[in-house]
């Protein structure tokens, strides 16, 4: 291919991507939409035949919601049993419990990092802001005292940590392995989380004065409780038992003979999917049947809470159309070319990539699904030795700052009953702790490994 048509192509692409931020951010059209738009577009001026665009496109809708669609409803199902059953209240009350009011806001990031990780943030946040005015109430703090730690834990698990929907779409895209994306995504999650969380909590809230008032406070306080919960082991277990089998999928030729019998039986039981479909089943009697629930009960949860996710799974599909696209039009070859040239490492890349798509578009899940669709063929051509770290730069870059185009912004402004300038300084600033925190500490990594 000459230099010049090379040339082209990137400027081609440049030119699909600040269209897809324009119409997605500015005029505030439909993402689904925009994207196809955006990917069929793109594949036409980059000279691929019009025969095969919809083909190509269509196959990297197929490859992703192959994978990806599984997790989203596996792991939405296991957070509705939590929600219905008070399991996660239970947790919170024990961990409260041993941590002791002093300690409430440990407790809180603590909390949303375990119960967090089959849940979209939002979903996670409306599970849990009911626990943290119960909390705030009971210790007499202000409510973004155990509310930012909280909503910390949420979003690092959002980012970062598998069985996560939105980390299961990097590793996909990297082919990374899970077992241990999940063992390094600890291992950063945790001081990130803390140093965004109740360290930066302890210092902004005495700065942020809240109305004594807050509306949607009584609605959960004056709220009618189950009055049977599932025990805190129990709970735990469920939630627990999908990271539990990956790690073990991860780790199985370290602790079992490659191509064994054994082997093969941890590798299977550590799928993503089978271990997800095994938790929701457990869920099933542990936070369902165990609980008083009957089997109509437990479907009518299970029907529940599948629509909601149908807007976030077309968005991750049509990501992954546009991957296809980058990749069959040549323009992910021209891009390993100019990395090559420049020395730009695949980290800087994936981190920056995502950052540039969160800014633009508000959503964590679409930067991440976009950004690594984008690096994924690029660090591969390049030979990059750790997909896993990979998956952690990109989750870093997609969560910094949040603002107005990002509706966590104005569910935590809504809920915490916040200023909008009030929101900048705590959730904006925390999101982008965690992102350049988390990055460093993947920078790290990456040189000791």
């Known amino acids: 291919m000459p230099p010049s ?8 692409a440049a030119i699909a991507i600040i269209a897809l931020i324009v119409l997605i951010a500015r005029y505030r059209l439909n ?22 665009v919809v083909a190509s496109y269509e196959t990297g809708v197929g490859k992703t ?28 009350r024990t961990l409260i419990d041993r941590f002791g009011q002093r300690n409430a806001h440990w407790a809180m ?54 069985p996560h929907p939105a980390a299961m779409l990097a590793v996909q895209a990297y082919q990374a392995s899970v077992g241990q994306t999940l063992f390094y995504a600890i291992l950063i999650g945790i001081p990130t989380a803390i140093i965004a ?61 490659p191509g064994s019998g054994f082997n093969s ?55 992954g159309g546009l991957n296809r696209i980058l990749v069959d039009s040549g323009v992910t070859n021209e891009i390993v070319s100019l990395a090559q040239d420049f020395h730009l490492s695949p980290l800087l890349m994936g981190w920056l990539f995502a950052a540039l798509m969160r800014v633009a578009t508000g959503s964590a899940t679409v930067a991440m699904t ?9 660090a591969m051509g390049l030979g990059y030795p750790h997909p896993e770290l990979l998956v952690l730069a990109t989750g870093a870059g997609s969560v910094i700052f949040s603002h107005v185009n990002d509706g966590g912004f104005w569910l935590i402004k809504e809920y915490f009953n916040m200023t909008v300038a009030q929101t900048f300084k705590t959730w904006t600033v925390l999101e982008t702790l965690i992102s350049v925190v988390a990055f460093a500490l993947t920078l790290g990594l990456a040189q000791v490994l």
């Open 5 to 12: 048509a090379g040339i082209s192509l990137l400027v081609y």
């Open 197 to 257: 969380g109740p360290i930066y909590a302890k210092f902004i809230v005495p700065r942020i004065q809240l109305p004594d008032e807050n509306p949607l406070a009584k609605q959960f306080l004056d709220r009618e409780p189950r009055q049977q919960l599932p025990s805190f082991g129990l709970t735990m277990a469920t939630i627990l038992l999908p990271v539990v089998l990956m790690l073990l999928g991860g780790w199985a030729n370290l602790i079992s003979t």
């Open 370 to 378: 976009t950004a690594s669709g984008i690096v994924a063929p690029v």
């Open 65 to 92: 919601l192959g994978h990806i669609a599984l997790v989203v409803a596996l792991g939405t199902m296991l957070g509705k049993m939590m929600a219905e059953s008070g399991g996660a209240e239970q947790v919170a």
């Open 265 to 319: 039986f941890l590798l299977f039981i550590g799928n993503s999917v089978i271990a997800l479909l095994l938790a929701t089943l457990l869920s099933f009697w542990t936070l369902g049947i165990a609980q008083g629930f009957n089997r109509n009960s437990i479907l009518k949860f299970t029907n529940e809470c599948l629509a909601p996710t149908a807007s976030i799974t077309l968005l991750v599909g049509a990501g």
């Open 31 to 52: 993402p689904f939409i925009v994207i196809t738009l955006v990917s069929v577009g793109l594949a036409l001026v980059a000279g691929m035949p019009a025969s095969g």
């Open 109 to 162: 990031v603590c909390i949303a990092f375990l119960v967090g990780l089959p849940l979209f943030f939002e979903v996670g946040f409306v599970l849990l802001v009911p626990i943290a005015f119960t909390v705030a109430r009971r210790v007499g703090v202000s409510i973004l005292m155990v509310g930012l730690p909280m909503v910390a834990g949420l979003s690092v698990v959002h980012a970062l940590v598998p």
